[in-house]
T-cell receptor, first 108, second 117 residues
Framework: EDKVVQSPLSLVVHEGDTVTLNCSYEVTNFRSLLWYKQEKKAPTFLFMLTSSGIEKKSGRLSSILDKKELFSILNITATQTGDSAIYLCARDGQNFVFGPGTRLSVLP | GAVVSQHPSRVICKSGTSVKIECRSLDFQATTMFWYRQFPKQSLMLMATSNEGSKATYEQGVEKDKFLINHASLTLSTLTVTSAHPEDSSFYIC?????????????FGQGTRLTVV
């Protein structure tokens, strides 16, 4: 059964903290691992990862994939209250499978 | 990134009526369209996957006769909720898959909040 697991499911930090979100998946015709940020409406795309060990970076966000261990992490440094959201990872393979999401709350 | 337009963004309908939601990829040809449902404070649940010109593949537990999906062209897919009931009230989101090399990158529509009264 296709499964994507995220941890933690919920996280509360203070502004300025660094957070690491985890995503592990089962490999079924793996093509890529994607990260999304969801605030009030539809998710917005963050990263697509296809190769192991290559870090993708966008401002304070970065992500990396380990295809051998079947996981990815999303790092957010110097968090701000605007980073509060649900972060979803999804595995693109035979179909798209989303994880349950990590609800991040950044307190001022 | 690519643009996917979904409308209506919000609809209220009476129980027993049907509602159609449209999803358009505006600047690319979507080889695959995905339809999701999301309940409050829960993750996205994939309902069905459709490829242009072929029948949609529904996830287990999703009634295909109730949630009709049409993917008539590479830029348009529609989801029709037939004979809607209050329990169908939810947030419906489409995403259009853009095939880039051997990988599909999915871009989301804005979502449709359906309320059945």
């Amino acid at each position: 059964e296709d499964k994507v697991v995220q941890s933690p499911l919920s996280l509360v930090v203070h502004e300025g903290d660094t957070v690491t979100l985890n995503c592990s998946y089962e490999v079924t015709n793996f093509r890529s691992l994607l990260w999304y940020k969801q605030e009030k409406k539809a998710p917005t795309f963050l990263f697509m990862l296809t190769s192991s060990g290559i870090e993708k970076k966008s401002g304070r966000l970065s992500s990396i994939l380990d295809k051998k261990e079947l996981f990815s992490i999303l790092n957010i440094t110097a968090t701000q209250t605007g980073d509060s959201a649900i972060y979803l990872c999804a595995r693109d393979g035979q179909n798209f499978v989303f994880g349950p999401g990590t609800r991040l709350s950044v307190l001022p | 990134g690519a643009v996917v337009s979904q409308h209506p963004s919000r609809v209220i309908c009476k129980s027993g009526t049907s509602v159609k939601i449209e999803c358009r990829s505006l600047d690319f040809q979507a080889t695959t369209m995905f339809w999701y449902r999301q309940f409050p404070k829960q993750s996205l649940m994939l309902m069905a996957t459709s490829n242009e010109g072929s029948k949609a593949t529904y996830e287990q537990g999703v009634e295909k006769d109730k949630f009709l999906i049409n993917h008539a062209s590479l830029t348009l897919s529609t989801l029709t909720v037939t004979s809607a009931h209050p329990e169908d009230s939810s947030f419906y989101i489409c995403s259009a898959g853009n095939l880039r090399g051997s990988h599909t990158e999915a871009f989301f529509g804005q979502g449709t909040r359906l309320t059945v009264v």
